[in-house]
């Protein structure tokens, strides 16, 4: 099942990165080029400016303050994918390949604006609350293991959350516990389809072109249909994942957002 989702991203991928416009972007910059290091920009003003382009071309994915929202909280000043002021930059201008955190291409110097802004959000954040041991007994008694994967162990039907302690923030993971239709991971668009004799399969859609539709059912096979043998085709609006409002208390819904947040593996 893996290896079939996999091969889709990674086609998916090669479209997006390995057409020579990203290969020109890449080099575009000339700080980029030249090795550059240190941020040039990092008065008062240049801080004012990174925060304002920051809201214009950041904050949908990392909020209006940094503390994240599909994106990582930025505020944390650790950072997966290298803290210094190079990474950070580079990481605006590149991209980081098989995330979600796209490349954005601005000026040299509107791009060190806004690495001086991130650097001016550290500690802003604070601690997650809720206690992590608590919160891994929540994922147990709420049985979360059965469509994820953790460590080695789980279910396929949603994201692995091995690493979603970096790649997301608190407050993310705390609306995808209780509010999972609101933004829904396009790589887990759910539809059901319906064959010409009657039934219906729900399912994880995988694949599909012109003649043909796959997808992961309720029990993680894979299920391919013709499209000329269906009635029908729905594309849910709806996550596969249901909504724990009300079903998991405040206080365990907290500990088990400071558990996911702790996730941080490889
Ligand atoms: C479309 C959503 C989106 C936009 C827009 C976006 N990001 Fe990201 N960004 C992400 C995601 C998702 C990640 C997590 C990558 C991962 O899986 O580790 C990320 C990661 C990062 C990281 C690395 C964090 C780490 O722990 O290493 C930095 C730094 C960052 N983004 C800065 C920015 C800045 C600055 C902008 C605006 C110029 C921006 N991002 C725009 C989605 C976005
Ligand atoms: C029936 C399968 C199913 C169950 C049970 C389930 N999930 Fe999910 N989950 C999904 C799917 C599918 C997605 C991706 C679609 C989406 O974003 O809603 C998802 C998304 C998520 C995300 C967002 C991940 C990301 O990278 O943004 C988190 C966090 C999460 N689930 C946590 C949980 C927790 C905690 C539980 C138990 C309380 C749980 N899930 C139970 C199927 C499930």
């Given at each position: 099942m893996t290896r079939v989702r996999t091969a889709a991203v990674g086609c998916v991928l090669t479209l997006a990165l390995g057409s020579p416009l990203a290969a020109q972007r890449r080099v575009a910059s000339l700080d980029a080029q030249q090795g550059r290091?240190?941020?040039?920009y990092t008065s008062a003003e240049d801080v004012a400016a990174g925060q304002t382009a920051f809201r214009s071309?950041?904050?949908?994915?990392?909020g209006f303050d940094g503390?994240?929202?599909?994106?990582?909280?930025?505020?944390?000043?650790?950072?997966?994918?290298?803290?210094?002021d190079r990474a950070l930059f580079l990481n605006i201008l590149?991209?980081?390949?098989?995330?979600?955190?796209?490349?954005?291409?601005?000026?040299d110097k509107e791009m060190w604006q806004i690495v001086a802004y991130v650097r001016s959000l550290?500690?802003?954040?604070?601690p997650v609350d809720g206690d992590p041991v608590a919160g891994r007994q929540v994922y147990d008694r709420a049985a979360c293991v059965r469509c994820h994967w953790i460590d080695g162990e789980?279910?396929?039907?949603?994201?692995?959350?091995?690493?979603v302690g970096w790649r997301r923030s608190a407050r993310h993971l705390r609306a995808s516990i209780?509010?999972?239709?609101?933004d829904i991971d396009a790589d887990y668009r759910q539809v059901t389809v319906r064959p010409r004799g009657g039934g219906a399969t729900r399912g994880i859609l995988l694949n599909e072109d012109a003649f043909s539709i796959q997808l992961l059912d309720s029990l993680e096979r894979l299920r391919s249909f013709p499209?000329?043998?269906?009635?029908g085709i729905e594309r849910g609006t709806a996550s596969l994942m249901p909504s724990f409002e009300g079903r998991i208390n405040a206080a365990d819904v907290t500990n088990l957002v400071a558990y996911l947040a702790s996730l941080k593996g490889e």
């Open positions: 290091t240190e941020n040039p071309r950041c904050a949908s994915c990392h503390m994240g929202n599909r994106g990582p909280d930025l505020t944390r000043d650790v950072f997966r994918h290298g803290s210094s590149n991209g980081i390949a098989g995330t979600g955190m796209p490349s954005v291409r601005l000026s550290r500690r802003q954040g604070g789980g279910g396929r039907l949603g994201p692995d959350l091995t690493s209780l509010d999972p239709d609101d499209k000329t043998d269906l009635d």
